[in-house]
């Protein structure tokens, strides 16, 4: 869990930066409400996936992981109007009330989110021709990294960046012989990228409200 200067910190940054409004109150109390796990992006973080959309001048995104929809908002913000955010989520609840966020929001126009695992729901996004993808954020099933990543490259083009959460867990990824399946989908997904020349990546460990992680972020030559 996040210790007490890391909470304090995020906080004072919320505060000073603006990092939060009440749209995004909105959804995470919503998101509480409904039972949804308190694991989203924080709102620093929100705001970073934002500007960096913001800084490429993305058009199409494809976010693996919608939750409530709270990252989703943060990136069709940072979207052109006609700008597209296809975002892929498996608990129809979650998926119900990520839709009800958005809306409230007012990105129905540019947020699709699929139900349905997303490995059934990759081969059919690509069949439908929307890939390239300017921008792609794993957030799921960690277990899954490895084909996510494999679905990431074949939907990218020169340029695209693709973004990994959760990839530090507790500095757990450096355990070998972690119990937590999840880690050994990180470490793969870490392997794949090690043999994998047609990106640059780096990794960069975080601390705030959600604890201690970190992300990976790689551009496609
Ligand atoms: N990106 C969200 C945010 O920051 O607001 C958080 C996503 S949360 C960390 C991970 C989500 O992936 C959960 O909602 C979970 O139900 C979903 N998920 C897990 N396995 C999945 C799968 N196989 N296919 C699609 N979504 C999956």
Known sequence: GANESWNKVDE??????????????????????????EIDVSPSQGKFLYLIAKMKGVRNILE?????????IWFARALPESGKVYTLEVNPEFAKIANQNIQYAGYEHKVEVIVGDALDSLPKLKERGV????????????????????????????GTLIIADNVVRDGEVTN?????????????????????NRIECTS??????????GFLMGLVK
């Open 131 to 158: 890939a390239p993808f300017d921008l792609i954020f794993i957030d799921a099933d960690k277990t899954n990294n490895p084909y996510y990543l494999k679905w990431a490259m074949s939907m990218s083009k020169s």
């Open 204 to 213: 960069i460990q975080t601390v705030g409200s959600k604890g201690y992680d």
């Open 176 to 196: 070998e012989i972690s119990s937590d399946e999840r880690i050994h989908g990180i470490r793969q997904f870490m392997d794949l990228l090690a043999n994998e």
């Open 64 to 72: 693996i992981g919608t939750l409530g929809g709270y990252s989703s």
């Open 12 to 37: 004072y940054f919320i505060g000073k930066l603006k990092l939060s409004d009440p749209i995004l109150d909105h959804v995470l109390r919503t998101n509480r409400e409904s039972g949804i796990p």
